[in-house]
């Protein structure tokens, strides 16, 4: 723990704020899902364990989310395997078009979103693909690694679920509906609810909405460089009353950038940090 005085820690701490945020550059990550539940192996747990959320610190960046992303089932229960795979195929294409046209996307991830594309939907869903497209997806592709896209989502119980599955009489591809937040949480709902409905069926395939909206936040490491200058405005302050000769010491700086929904639209940053008032 290193102890400095008041005035030369604040300029220590402004300092530093740039090199925090060059340091973290290589581990930013793309749009997340805040209320993401489940931990991930590539991540600190940091970010997912309730019970910190429940102790995070005081300082950190309240602000709207950038979108929100709704589940979603596309299934086929017509008699045939190959039928039913089929169907699943065509309307997961036409709500492809359909999103492109109505400025919604097709995405996903347990925690970090992919969009879904015509260009990429059999490498993110191969056993929907067939055996013989993912195969051929495969050879094109040496350096693919299906653990880097896996199309696995939580059913919110700890469970995953495979990206597409046929149990022999349903066949269901699961993904979700991202759209942007421009409004309220209502105002989302509908327009996902109107894609829904316009999306074309084929036989008798038909897409299902699940559970709740979830808010998405682009590329939380961003806001690094901000927090670490609240931090350090509120070390200082926190430790002015006690007069010359007093400073602070901060820890945790250096770890991941957590956060938490705190309202139907907006998340709350953090850097799990903390700090003492020395002599």
């Known amino acids: 723990m290193i102890r400095q005085s008041l005035s030369v820690l604040a300029a ?57 992303v709704r589940r979603i089932e596309i299934g086929s229960d017509s008699r045939s395997e190959d039928m039913r795979r089929s169907e699943v195929q065509a309307m997961l294409l036409a709500a492809l078009d359909r999103a492109s046209r109505d400025g919604l996307s097709l995405v996903t991830g347990e925690l970090e979103v992919k969009e879904v594309t015509r260009e990429n939907w059999r490498t993110l869903f191969p056993a929907l693909a067939g055996p013989s497209t993912a195969s051929d997806d495969e050879d094109e592709d040496e ?35 991202k759209a942007k937040l421009t409004g309220t949480i209502d105002d989302a709902q509908r327009k996902v609810s109107k894609f829904v409905r316009a999306v074309p069926a084929t036989g008798r395939s038909e897409i299902r909405q699940l559970g709740t909206m979830a808010l998405t936040i682009v590329n939380p490491e961003q806001y690094r460089e901000e927090l670490n200058a609240r931090i350090a405005r509120a070390a200082l302050q926190a430790a002015s009353p006690y007069g010359a ?14 956060w938490a929904q705190v309202s139907n639209t907006e998340v709350f940053l953090y850097i799990p940090y903390a700090f003492t008032v020395e002599r």
């Open 12 to 68: 220590l701490a402004l300092l530093a704020v740039p090199l925090s945020l060059a340091a973290q550059e290589d581990e930013g990550m793309g749009e997340v899902i805040v209320t993401a539940s489940r931990r991930s192996e590539k991540l600190p747990s940091v970010m997912t364990s309730l019970p910190y959320l429940d102790r995070r610190p005081a300082t950190g960046l309240r602000r709207a989310a950038d979108g929100v």
């Open 143 to 177: 350096d693919y690694d299906d653990s880097d896209y896996d199309d696995d989502d939580d059913d919110g119980n700890g469970k995953v679920q495979p990206g597409f599955e046929d149990d022999g009489s349903t066949a269901t591809a699961r993904l979700m509906i």
């Open 245 to 258: 000769g007093y400073g602070v010491a901060v820890t945790g700086l250096d770890r991941a950038i957590a």
